[in-house]
């Protein structure tokens, strides 16, 4: 008759408590990171946070032209700027500093930006470089580039003291989405201590 052999893990309930406390004591990290991997998708999978708290996709800019990684997601500044401010042995902030992308709130909260001369001089070049470009292109590709050139013209030619008009695009908010990552992660750290207390019982 086989008879079943455990082998003595070695572990006692000194280690269980050791592992607990680093478990807890990284617990503001992990969850810092869930949720900074949290907004990050929410911008690269272009989906934004409404008032009652379902996930909606980002309203298109006013000419999408042939991009095909929204307003937010266009040069990938934004999305790296999500990062642990600040933690704590209880708490952590997560978020992004203005010094460095002034324009975030402006995306998150919607607003309005007053055109300036130096925008004005902005809007000719782009509409010269794809006014150009249009010219040398051929079928859709031609197309799309004139449309593009003519919202480039179109911006430029706006009348003094207008301003321009940036939708709300909240990408990050408490939502039931963010907690439910959250847990995910938790249950994920506790099970390495449960895993601990399950090779002390065996011992």
């Given at each position: 008759?086989?008879?079943?052999?455990i082998k003595h893990s070695g572990l006692s309930l000194n280690d269980f408590e050791k592992k607990l406390k680093q478990v807890l004591n990284a617990m503001p990290t992990v969850i810092g990171q869930a949720a900074v991997t949290h907004f990050q998708e929410n911008i690269t999978k272009r989906q934004g946070v409404p008032a009652g708290g379902s996930l909606q996709r980002f309203k298109n800019r006013v000419f999408e032209g042939s991009r095909r990684r929204g307003v937010l997601n266009d040069t990938g500044n934004l999305v790296d700027s999500i990062k642990m401010i600040s933690r704590s042995s209880s708490s952590v902030n997560v978020g992004i500093r203005t010094s460095e992308?002034?324009?975030a709130e402006l995306h998150q909260q919607g607003g309005k930006i007053p055109i300036t001369d130096k925008m004005r001089k902005f809007f000719w070049a782009q509409y010269y470089q794809h006014a150009s470009s249009a010219g040398r292109s051929r079928g859709k590709r031609s197309v799309s580039t004139n449309q593009e050139a003519s919202f480039w013209k179109a911006m430029?030619?706006?009348?003094?003291?207008m301003a321009i008009n940036i939708p709300k695009r909240q990408f990050m908010d408490v939502t039931p989405d963010l907690e439910k990552a959250i847990l995910r992660v938790i249950k994920t750290e506790m099970g390495t201590v449960i895993g601990v207390i399950f090779m002390i019982l065996l011992t």
């Open positions: 008759m086989n008879k079943l052999h992308i002034p324009y430029a030619l706006k009348k003094a003291n």
